[in-house]
């Protein structure tokens, strides 16, 4: 596609729920980034991937969390057990490889209610 | 880790004035620094990045310089816009890593 793909743009689960957020990255990137952004915040570092492998996941909050890329495409960010401080904007990245740039998608708002 | 600091949090200026936004980074072996621009409820979008082999690098009214002795970057807009109203965040990352990104300074162009 033309750019990053994210979805849902919205997601709103109850406490205690399971959610999945999904990331298309552009075609043909092998590096992908979660990052997650809270209101009048940097986005804070996640995960990251090159091809199907975790590269690094140091940024990953807790165990609820987890994320994979099968195909070394698509992404889908798992969280376990919501809890309300997991509200945020989730953001995922996309390129090409090292220090280039990385495209960011719109996000999917995650509100915990 | 790397540690990225970024200030002002919030910087007014003028139509027509320069704006400047400075950022400190702490891991000496990072050597990619990009700047993205965030307008309210969009995605993070690049508009300048620069690596350690060089010190300064502009496009238009937009330039950023390295001091990598001092592990410091700076963004400069010159004969800023309203439209450059937004908030800008700084990075840094080495290699095919993560980025690290500053608090995020938010500009506001007086007309």
């Known amino acids: ?113 | 880790g790397e540690n990225v600091e970024q200030h002002p949090s919030t910087l007014s200026v003028q139509e027509g004035d320069s704006a400047v936004i400075k950022c400190t980074y702490s891991d000496s072996a990072s050597n990619y620094f990009p700047w993205y621009k965030q307008e309210l409820g969009k995605r993070p979008q690049l508009i300048i990045d620069i690596r350690s082999n060089v010190g300064e690098k502009k496009d238009q009214r937009i330039a950023v310089t390295l001091n990598k002795t001092a592990k410091h970057f700076s963004l400069h807009i010159t004969e800023t816009q309203p439209e450059d109203s937004a908030v800008y965040f700084c990075a840094a990352s080495k290699g095919a890593q993560k980025l690290v990104f500053g608090q995020g300074t938010r500009l506001t162009i007086n007309p």
């Open chain 1, 1 to 113: 596609g033309a750019g990053v793909s994210q979805t849902p743009s919205n997601k709103v689960t109850e406490k205690g729920k399971y959610v999945e957020l999904r990331c298309d990255p552009i075609s043909g990137h092998t590096a992908l980034y979660w990052y997650r952004q809270s209101l009048g915040q940097g986005p804070e570092f996640l995960i990251y991937f090159q091809g199907t492998g975790a590269a690094d996941d140091s940024g990953l909050p807790n165990d609820r969390f987890f994320a994979v890329r099968p195909e070394g495409s698509v992404s889908t960010l798992k969280i376990q057990r919501t809890e309300r401080g997991d509200s945020a904007v989730y953001l995922c990245a996309s390129s090409t490889g090292a220090n280039t740039e990385a495209f960011f998608g719109q996000g999917t708002r995650l509100t915990v209610v």
